[in-house]
Structure formats: structure tokens, C-alpha cells
């Protein structure tokens, strides 16, 4: 089954550039969605479609994909970003939605 | 604007099913590439994708769970319902529903709904 892996945290500090990786098989081959989700709160899409964002998300989130790995990129981090991000692909050999497993963001 | 609303019991015993009603609005089950979806997340724990509805009445599940799940559609109600049997404490979690298109994944969710398995 497809796999999707995340490092469990990242820290950074307020504005500098964090960088949040999904790696998975060939995953660039793949159509990506990032979501944030805030305690006691519902994920938030916030990359589609690898880079794309949705209205009302800032430039400062934005998304790559390439190769076995994905990446989540935010710039000049507020404390407001902190959160945990999750991954997510949908794998057509199985047919199936997968998510990574999340990465919790602190900001120093 | 799109809006979903996850309703159900909050609290269920071992061995009993599990049927939550996700009701929404601003978008029709019945228009092509659309689909809803559940999503639910163990205290603490990541999230994990249970099952998803096309417009078209395709159903796709969870491998780990599709023998416990069903998933069905009311399109004049504007209603899903996901269906879960054999409940076990192992199933306490947030039960999330949300919007899917292929291209966009999940967006918006709904609130969440806690679902409590216990004696």
C-alpha cells in the first residue's frame, strides 16, 4: 500500500521559512493537497494540486512536488502558523485517499 | 459558500453500529467530479481516511475498513450517511465529513463530530 511519510515536527523561528516534506514512491507523479489544522479545530486546505492555493490562503504557503518527495514551504512564519500540516494523495493503484502522517510546526 | 455538519451519537457501546449524517449546503451531490468524504482522527493521532461518495454513486473505502463501512447518499436531502458496525474503543475519534473533487482534495470540512466507544 502507498505510503506517505512526514517528519513528526519541525520548528522555526518567526520569520524565517519553514519547510515541511511528504516523501512517497514516485510521488511526484502524483497530485498533492496540504492541509492545516490548528488544536481543536478542522483542517484547513491550504496547497491543492501540488502548488495551487485556495482563496483566502496567503502567498506565504506554497507547494512543490517532484521526484519521491513533496514540500510545503512557508515563508516569513508567523506564530499564527502554528500547527500540525498533513499530506495527502489520492493513489489510483489502490484507489484509495492517503494521508501522511502530520508534522507538527512550532514556532520558536 | 459550501458548508457541511457532522450529526450522530457522541457516545456508543463496544459492538454496536455507528451512523453519522453529514448534512450540507452550497453544492449539489449530483453535479459531475464531485464527492464527500469521511475523515476521522483518534485523540492525539493523525488523520485517517474512512470512505468517499461520488455524484455518480461510486463508493470507494478504506481497505482496512471497508468490510465495517458503508457509505450512502440522499441527493434530495442534501445528506450523506456513513455507516460503521462493530464499534470498538479503538474507535474514538473525531469523525470528520468534507467536500472532495479529485483536483482539490478535501475543502471545506466540516466541524467534527466526537464519537466515544465505550461500556
Known amino acids: 500500500s502507498y505510503v506517505l511519510t512526514q517528519p513528526p515536527s519541525v520548528s522555526v523561528a518567526p520569520g524565517k521559512t519553514a519547510r515541511i516534506t511528504c516523501g512517497g514512491n514516485n510521488i511526484g507523479s502524483k497530485s498533492v493537497h496540504w492541509y492545516q489544522q490548528k488544536p481543536g479545530q478542522a483542517p484547513v486546505l491550504v496547497v491543492y494540486d501540488d502548488s495551487d492555493r485556495p482563496s483566502g490562503i496567503p502567498e506565504r504557503f506554497s507547494g512543490s512536488n517532484s521526484g519521491n518527495t513533496a514540500t510545503l514551504t512557508i515563508s516569513s512564519v508567523e506564530a499564527g502558523d502554528e500547527a500540525d500540516y498533513y499530506c495527502?494523495?489520492?493513489?489510483?493503484?489502490?484507489?484509495?485517499?492517503?494521508f501522511g502522517g502530520g508534522t507538527k510546526l512550532t514556532v520558536l | 459558500q459550501i458548508t457541511l455538519k457532522e450529526s450522530g451519537p457522541t457516545l456508543v457501546k463496544p459492538t454496536q453500529t455507528l451512523t453519522l449524517t453529514c448534512t450540507f449546503s452550497g453544492f449539489s451531490l449530483s453535479t459531475s467530479g464531485v464527492g464527500v468524504g469521511w475523515i476521522r482522527q483518534p485523540p492525539g493521532k493523525a488523520l485517517e481516511w474512512l470512505a468517499l461518495i461520488y455524484w455518480n454513486d461510486d463508493k470507494r473505502y478504506s481497505p482496512s475498513l471497508k468490510s465495517r463501512l458503508t457509505i450512502t447518499k440522499d441527493t434530495s436531502k442534501n445528506q450523506v450517511v456513513l455507516t460503521m458496525t462493530n464499534m470498538d474503543p479503538v474507535d474514538t475519534a473525531t469523525y470528520y465529513c468534507?467536500?472532495?473533487?479529485?483536483?482539490?482534495?478535501?475543502?471545506?470540512w466540516g466541524q467534527g463530530t466526537l464519537v466515544t466507544v465505550s461500556s
Open positions: 495527502q494523495v489520492w493513489d489510483s493503484s489502490s484507489d484509495r485517499v492517503v
Open positions: 468534507a467536500h472532495n473533487s479529485r483536483q482539490r482534495g478535501f475543502d471545506p
